[in-house]
């Protein structure tokens, strides 16, 4: 199932933006709070920022997304699924890269 418009109404990693940017139609929009990429973590966590990501008609099997950065905020993390701890963006919980 693909959507037309989807928010996050919560902290997620970086690298979420593009997995929920798959559940996307082309043309469609994602607005929400991610935090940046920064390495090493620092220990009272990451700055966040409000992100729009908008899916762009791709080659078959090729995602393609416009990400426009909107403003700095910070929003109370996102409860993940027992399970899905693995940091990756593969989209499988089975921790291999």
Known sequence: ?????????????HGDARR???????DGRLVGPFE????????????QALLRVTRLHALEG????ELD??????FSNLVRPAGD?????????DGDD
Do not use: C, H, N
């Open 85 to 93: 701890d693995d940091g990756d963006d593969d989209g499988d919980d």
């Open 1 to 13: 199932m693909k959507f037309d418009r989807i928010y996050v109404g919560a902290g997620a990693r």
């Open 36 to 47: 940046d990429d920064f390495e090493p973590r620092p220990p009272w966590g990451l700055p």
């Open 69 to 74: 950065d909107l403003l700095p905020v910070q």
């Open 20 to 26: 929920f940017g798959r559940l996307l139609k082309p």
């Open 62 to 65: 090729f995602d393609e997304f």
